[in-house]
């Protein structure tokens, strides 16, 4: 029986992707008394996290019925199993971070933590930048074509990821790396993604295009009568 990917039920014919963003949607939520800042040191002036300060602590339950998960700070993490699969591919064990329990005896799994950031990608996805934080560098975006309740909605789950031919030589090279603008994430390379579907066939993965999103047919439709931003 053919099985259809998460990609492919969300978003249709895959067959050009290039790369896939990781896009879990198991959500894993921490222990209610953690605070964000109790685990990031945050930028004086705007609040960003600049630097894990330690490992993650969850509760043993929340890491018992998924390979994958979508931590309650929006990183993502895996199974111990599903780490060491990854790391059979290739990928190096530093991408990695552990996820405890409270009292740090038990690794429930782990954070992925990729060592190496993509070039900028948010001009290919409908975004501008916004501000730059004078003090720690980040930069904010902001979307470029008008606030429309179509910004992101396809499907319900938002449009694919673009980027271009010299990021995805980067994805290439790495097999997993992170963008730290348009949207925090994780992207693979096609081959770890087909490596990855063999064992885990429904991995929530969003597939990465080479282009443009203003070239997508859906964001065309949604767009039809805002045609100046286009420009």
């Known amino acids: ?119 900028p990608i948010s001009e290919f996805n409908g975004y501008k930048k916004k501000l730059k934080c004078k003090n720690c560098g980040r930069c904010e975006y902001d979307y470029k074509y008008g606030e429309t309740d179509t910004n992101s909605v396809y499907n319900r789950i938002g449009f694919p990821v673009y980027i271009s031919d010299a990021v995805l030589k980067e994805v290439e090279e790495y097999h997993l790396a992170k963008t730290l603008e348009y949207k925090e994430s994780v992207i693979i390379s096609l081959e770890l993604y087909n490596y990855l579907l063999k064992k885990y066939p429904r991995i929530e993965c969003r597939p990465v295009f080479l282009g443009d999103v203003t070239n997508d047919p859906e964001f065309l439709r949604l767009h039809k009568n805002r045609r100046k931003f286009l420009k």
């Open 1 to 119: 029986m053919l099985v259809v990917t998460y990609a492919e039920k969300h978003w249709g014919n895959c067959d050009n992707a290039v790369a896939y963003q990781l896009n879990f949607v198991q959500l894993c939520y921490g222990y209610d008394s953690d605070m964000y800042n109790d685990y990031y040191k945050l930028c004086e002036k705007c609040c960003y996290a600049e630097t894990q300060k330690r490992d993650y602590e969850y509760p043993k339950g929340g890491f018992s019925k998924k390979d994958y998960y979508l931590l309650d700070t929006y990183d993502s993490g895996v199974s111990q199993e599903m780490m060491e699969d990854i790391i059979a591919f290739g990928v190096a064990k530093e991408n990695f971070r552990p996820i405890f329990t409270r009292k740090h005896d038990i690794v429930l799994g782990y954070q992925l933590t990729p060592v190496y950031t993509l070039s």
